[in-house]
């Protein structure tokens, strides 16, 4: 658990180290044992918001969630911070969950920026979502921005039977996540284009992003590749080629696979295309235990 607040950190929690001065942790292509997305964010996590910006609906939407079943709120997968903060700037008390210790830490010089009264009403802990115990419950848990799906196999029902465990009887399960249209799809291909260079405020560092994705055979799977062209300084060009390789649900994987794990689908929204793109939408469900 790395704490937000000045309370002692709680009995067996690991204290985090801080992040080198440009941002970036070495060895990302060489480290064995460590999940591709995990080692992804342990270099590469500085440039997450510009490449997957949170909008501001998005935020809204869970607000105004939050006003409906109040707190406090568990937000699962929580990257760098940017929803349990705006939670928290409303009022809630949040715990936010992640495996990936960089992105926490990013979560926790985000936080550092907040009154103490909202660093307060957050926690941070480092824990694998798929088989966390916190020993409390929660009137909200929140698995956002497509983070169900880029789970391990073997972790996603895991994460939506801790889930269980912890929410309130009266409490809800809010998820939101990016599903691809099979028939749209050309040769069933994701393509990006080189995106816009975006720059380390410390050392000047860029980087782009081009994203190659495929969907297999079988529909089920999403594989491939995320390229970072990284330019330093003095002009010397490196890239990483990080690959990708998860779930494919379409909106009926994910009602088979939350009723599968316990859940009652409350309220299921029609997709909706924030970004324009004609290939894929954002689904979201409110769910109760069955």
Known sequence: MLQSS???????CRKIGQLPADGVLSGFAGKSGMPDDVRRYAQLGWTYEKFNP??????AWHRQ???VYGGPILELACGSGRLCTALAMAGYAVDAVDRSSAMLIRAHQRIGALTDDTRKRIRLIEADIGSFSLGDRYKLIIIADNSLAELPDETRAGCLRCARKHIDLNGRLV???????????????????????????????????????????DGTRLQGTMTYEITKPDQSIDFEICPVDYAHYTR????????ANGWTIEADYAPDDP????????????CRLQ
Do not use: M, N
């Open 252 to 259: 009926e994987d994910y009602v088979s696979l939350l009723q």
């Open 175 to 217: 998820l939101t996540a990016r599903v691809y249209d099979r028939d749209i799809i050309v040769h069933g291909r994701v393509i990006t284009r080189w995106s816009a260079p975006v720059t380390h405020p410390i050392t000047g560092v860029q980087v782009r992003r081009k994203t190659e994705l495929e969907i297999s055979s």
């Open 6 to 12: 000045d309370q002692a950190p709680a009995s067996g």
């Open 54 to 59: 949170l909008r501001r609906e998005e935020i």
């Open 275 to 286: 970004d324009g793109a004609s290939d894929s939408a954002v689904v979201r469900f409110v």
């Open 65 to 67: 969630l939050a006003g």
